[in-house]
């Protein structure tokens, strides 16, 4: 019930903001949508999507782009791909969420955990992160393997009205 109910909020949110026809498809999901909200958006709908980013990485620290300006309400399909050879992630968040979480990566260096705005990916391999921009505001996507935000990985999201 719950993800039915998102759904249909999600739909008439992108649907008020953009005139967006698309009916609603019937397809089964992997796995429910989380209903967590975050400052910084939430868990997008796949079939939500308005735009595709290709995100590369790069042992140089960084992120291409660097930079990006969504509309708020606004579901991003972030197609990350690590060119590097080294580890590398991508994590959505304020700046105080990034320096949080690459302070506890110091401390507990290895420690994976698995959350809807941030994708890990290893050498060569492309990982995908849905997300819904829901409030307008300046948030960030940084690489939170140790030393790598620190060295500049980081990437900056306007979300604008
Ligand atoms: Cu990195």
Redesign the pocket.
């Known amino acids: 019930m719950k993800k039915i109910f998102l759904v249909a909020i999600a739909g008439g949110y992108l649907g008020a903001a953009f005139a967006h026809g698309e009916g609603m498809s019937a397809k089964k999901e992997v796995r429910p949508l989380s209903a967590r909200e975050f400052s910084f958006g939430r868990e997008g709908d796949a079939k939500k999507a308005t735009r595709i980013v290709s995100v590369g990485?790069a042992d140089s620290?960084r992120f291409t782009p660097s930079s990006l300006t969504v509309k708020r309400g606004e579901t991003i399909k972030f197609v990350v791909r690590n060119n590097g050879k080294?580890?590398?992630?991508m994590v959505i968040g304020t700046m105080k969420d990034l320096k949080e979480h690459a302070e506890m990566m110091k401390k507990h260096p290895g420690m994976e955990h698995d959350d809807p705005y941030m994708a890990h990916v290893a050498p060569g391999r492309t990982e995908t992160i849905i997300w819904q921009f829901t409030r307008e505001g300046t948030y960030y996507y940084g690489?939170l393997?140790p030393g790598?935000f620190e060295t500049g990985?980081i990437g900056k999201v306007e979300v604008v009205k």
């Open positions: 990485m620290m080294v580890k590398h992630e690489c393997e790598h990985m």
